[in-house]
């Protein structure tokens, strides 16, 4: 592997994300704090206004609820975050560097990655694959590598330990026995599942989860919560879309509130229990 | 009945338990026995006919050869379709790019058209490079499009290409003092790819080996003609076996494993950090370069060249070989590529020459009449009409295949089977000992624990 992290260092700017802070030479725009600032997110389609000035911010090493009624906003606001749509305003700022338009690609090598809402697990492909697709900086990804006799020696010898890492990361989740399956034969759950163990296969610093919880069974649910919870202890920094009140409350440090395309309010779960605008868009009144 | 015959085409396929077998022996055994089975056929239609020894192995030698130039094809048309999933129906302009360009760089300088004179292989590998060139130009704008835009605009393209070199302002045009052109439509003629063999044979080693080679072939009653060209139906052999080495190695590497995703969910390979696009790029001119080549050995073999021979249907030939021997699969290509040009292309005509020298049939004007003479035990009318209308009936055999194919197979031949793209094994993880799968040394096993420390943290 240090031969790929030096290759990497020569080749792409943005190293870690830690550093990144540090090095940026931007002072006034670093936050300690926060990790994802979104300032004035704007995006429409044709008439409809979906995402209205939306601004909120993400603390590093927390784990953050989005809310709101359905068409509020928070899967747009998670496409422009995350460089799947662009946004017609506003600004985005990743550890005190702004992504706003970026390439999904790129925000990802900068340690921001994603997850869907309907899971987009590689179907053809076994979950082992799927995973393995995933690593940054793969040197078999260089076409002449792949094909050049002496060359590819060192893209086996970086799949096996790839190979090694990804079944790692399986066991974590209790998917290593699926390793062979078609990633297209897994249940919701399970995909699901594959989905944020193939994330963190990129070695992000933050992950944005759509709606980890649909379609998930309670004790699978209960698995992934302890999953994100372990992984929130080793310093990952999780933003989540959620319809199910009960993980948002209970597991969430941070909640925001969106409502039509603006953000309502934000604060912790208590604040946000309290809120009497929250109550009224979006929790019905009743909690 | 069909359980039989499905049992056959198990046993032909692997499907059943090969176990015992690698994977690559089993498509090598499929591989050369669909080769065979196609050669047995071409015999028996060679002693119907009553061919001569020279004329059964000439028969042979002209099979292998439209087997391997369509293996050649379905091949790349696999790179981009089968793997990453890119629609592309120009497949016969890039061949055009391909064999045009060698064309005008080796026509002789006092041809007409006038060409560069240049060495044969400066042809080849001009030729190639023009058509991932032309590959590059369709994809920068193209690879924003959906999957069946692109098709549109790389079809569209494809008949650009032929019309242009149809065109009377590229017919003769001059170019640096030279009056060069594509001849338009009576065609260009210029160094054949076959004159590598009289090349290879003056070669010291090779040219005693050769000389040997048609002594031998001599005294078995094979002409020197054939011995000929089957030296270069040999070369284009080996071009085919070096082609799948180098793809199987795409296929089997983070390479073809982002080629893999793109065909699979674009979005989510991105949204995983992967450069989509560079990628499409680069295979998409990869599998340009390599139609440009099969065109370059096809076409260039003869040493004259029309516009005539890009007919937007060659794109269809190819596709219909790749979906019998299965999209996604090399070895499949290769299969596809054996039945379509030896069951498909060349048999038709055989049987259409079995049936003029044994049975005095007439061509009846219409279907009906065939049917009529059917309906009342008289086959010959029906055979007549057959032998009469083979070149429209090969069409309907295709038709017929893709049926078959579809209700019996509809993956293709192979297929059905997904290739796992990594450069490694990733069937049983070497670290456990508790399976006992072989493939675990405990130096490997070792290493990689180290490394799962490490990254533990």
């Not at chain 2, 009409?385 to 194919?405: D, K, P, S, T």
């Amino acid at each position: 592997m240090s031969d790929t992290d030096s290759e990497a260092e020569g080749s792409d700017p943005i190293e870690s994300n830690d550093d990144a802070t540090v090095a940026n030479g931007r002072p006034e725009a670093v936050d300690a704090d926060n990790t994802l600032v979104v300032e004035n997110l704007r995006k429409r389609f044709g008439g409809i206004v979906a995402v209205d000035g939306a601004s909120f911010e993400v603390e590093r090493g927390s784990i953050t609820g989005l809310i709101g009624p359905n068409g509020a906003g928070k899967s747009t606001t998670f496409n422009c975050i995350t460089g799947v749509h662009r946004p017609d305003g506003g600004r985005i700022t990743f550890d005190g560097e702004d992504i706003t338009g970026l390439s999904p690609e790129a925000i990802v090598d900068r340690g921001l990655v994603r997850t869907f809402q309907i899971a987009r697990e590689l179907p053809e492909m076994t979950v082992l694959e799927n995973m393995m697709l995933a690593p940054k900086r793969q040197l078999g990804e260089s076409l002449w590598r792949s094909v050049m006799p002496v060359a590819r020696r060192r893209v086996v010898e970086q799949e096996d330990e790839l190979r090694e890492r990804a079944w790692e990361t399986l066991e974590f989740f209790e998917l290593d026995h699926l390793a062979g399956e078609y990633a297209g034969s897994l249940s919701g759950g399970q995909r699901k599942l594959l989905e944020l163990a193939r994330a963190l296969q990129t070695d992000p610093s933050t992950v944005l989860l759509d709606e980890p919880m649909a379609g998930v069974n309670p004790s699978l649910e209960r698995r992934l919560l302890e999953h994100i919870h372990e992984l929130q202890e080793d310093g990952y920094t999780f933003l989540l879309v959620e319809h199910d009140m009960d993980v948002i409350m209970n597991h969430c440090e941070r909640v925001i509130v969106m409502h039509q395309g603006q953000v309502l309010a934000q604060g912790s779960a208590d604040e946000i229990q309290a809120d009497e605008q929250v109550l009224e868009a979006y929790l019905g009144g009743t909690v | 009945m069909t359980d039989r015959l499905r049992e056959r085409a198990d046993a032909l396929t692997g499907r059943v338990d090969l176990d015992e077998f690698e994977r690559w022996q089993v498509d090598l055994l499929l591989v050369f026995g669909v080769l065979l089975a196609s050669y047995v056929l071409f015999t028996i239609f060679g002693l119907l006919l009553g061919l001569s020894f020279n004329g059964i192995v000439s028969t042979l030698r002209r099979v292998t050869y439209f087997a391997a130039v369509y293996a050649l094809l379905t091949l790349a048309l696999n790179l981009h379709w089968g793997y990453t999933g890119l629609f592309n129906i120009g497949v016969a302009g890039f061949m055009a790019v391909g064999v045009y360009t060698m064309a005008i760089l080796t026509a002789p300088v006092d041809g007409s058209p006038a060409g560069f004179g240049l060495p044969l292989p400066i042809g080849i590998i001009g030729g190639m490079l023009a058509a991932a060139l032309v590959g590059l130009v369709a994809a920068l704008p193209a690879l924003r499009l959906r999957a069946d835009y692109f098709a549109i605009v790389t079809l569209g393209l494809s008949e650009i290409i032929r019309l242009s070199i149809i065109s009377g302002t590229l017919r003769q045009f001059e170019f640096a003092g030279r009056e060069i052109g594509t001849g338009g439509g009576s065609g260009i003629s210029f160094t054949a790819t076959n004159s590598i063999i009289p090349w290879l044979l003056d070669l010291p080693v090779l040219g005693a080996l050769g000389d040997r080679l048609f002594a031998a072939a001599g005294t078995i009653g094979i002409e020197a003609s054939v011995v000929q060209s089957g030296l270069y139906t040999f070369v284009l052999l080996l071009c085919v076996v070096a082609l799948y080495l180098v793809l199987a190695r795409i296929a089997y590497s983070p390479f073809g494993r982002v080629l893999k995703a793109i065909r699979e969910d674009e979005l989510a390979a991105r949204s995983l950090g992967k450069r989509t696009n560079v990628a499409k790029i680069k295979v998409f001119m990869l599998g340009c370069a390599l139609m440009g080549l099969a065109g370059i050995l096809w076409q260039g073999g003869r040493g004259f060249v029309t516009p005539e021979s890009f007919m937007p249907i060659l794109t269809f030939y190819v596709f219909v070989a790749l979906i019998i021997g299965g999209a996604g699969s090399n070895a499949g290509s290769i299969v596809g590529g054996i039945v379509f040009a030896a069951i498909l292309w060349e048999g038709p005509p055989f049987v259409q020459r079995i049936i003029r020298l044994h049975l005095d049939v007439r061509t009846p004007p219409t279907i009906y009449d065939a049917f009529v003479a059917l309906g009342s035990a008289d086959p010959l009318p029906m055979i007549g009409y057959v032998e009469g209308n083979m070149e429209q009936i090969r069409f309907m055999l295709v038709g017929v295949a893709l049926i078959v194919l579809m209700l019996w197979r509809p993956d293709g031949v192979l297929g059905h089977r997904k290739e796992i793209a990594a450069a490694t094994d990733l069937s049983n993880r070497p670290t456990a000992a508790t399976d006992g799968g072989g493939t675990g040394e405990s130096n490997g096993g070792e290493i990689e624990e180290q490394d799962g420390g490490e990254r533990d943290e």
